[in-house]
């Protein structure tokens, strides 16, 4: 049976999951609902769903995606709470608010909160789920289903479990790119141009994200295949466990996990 879900932000994150779901016809009929009436006027045409023009416009709901960042929130639950019936599931991608400062402000208890990250735009995605007690299984599984179609997704036991793994899937993607042009800028000074130099680090990438995800083998084993003893390739590790690679993944990760509770604070 077909759902009307509301989403709430269509910004880069709202639209990519929008975009994904109505890409794989899930059962919904979407309302689109932004401050900037432009974009929600641009994703409701591309997911053939309608425009919202005013939040109080929002009626029969049945499923609430909120996409505005996390500072955005404080004056959306403002508006928001008195529109809501009470037994909607509400779905937040908002990093760092945790399901009881959603519940206390928008006056509900059926709140699911999601981690999402850009490669869902192909389908590539990776979406965590922590479901607060009060949503019943059919609907967990409904909202699993539904995003499953296009992107992976991990349903955790803890809250804490999707704060933490945030830094490391939602963030993911920008550390790597972040490595990945890097890589590029240092092939640049070196002399390579800088066409070539970034195609084949981006290659790089593609060729053994593919082998980690098709072959069955752990990174460990991989890397392994590469580093064969003697040659150049331990070089180039030994510098990196000297320098402290793992600690420094550590440090950045914990510090995403850290500015997350800082968020959580200032609401
Ligand atoms: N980007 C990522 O890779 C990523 C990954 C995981 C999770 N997330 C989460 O996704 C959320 C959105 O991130 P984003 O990257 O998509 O940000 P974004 O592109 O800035 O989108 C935020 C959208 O929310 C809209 N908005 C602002 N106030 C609103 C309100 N009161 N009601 C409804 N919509 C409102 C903004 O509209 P205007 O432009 O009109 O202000 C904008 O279109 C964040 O909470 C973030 O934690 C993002």
Redesign the pocket.
Known sequence: MQKNLAI???????RTLAMGLARVHAPFNFFI????QE?ARALAHDVQGSVVPLLNQLANIDIVLI????Q?FS??ALELKPLLKGDELIVS???AIPVHTLADKLGVSKIVRM????PNKIGLGVNLFFFSPTVSLPERTSILNSFALFSSVFNLEKEDFLDICTAFT?SGPALIFEWARLMGEILVQRGIAAHDAHKMVNQTFLGAATLLAGQGKSPLELREEVASKGGVTVEALKVFADSGMGQIIDKATQQAYLRGKELEKLL
């Open positions: 709430l932000g269509a910004g880069k994150m709202g609902y932004n401050p900037t974009k996409a505005c960042r996390p955005q004056q959306l991608i908002m990093a981690m999402p990250n850009t939602g």
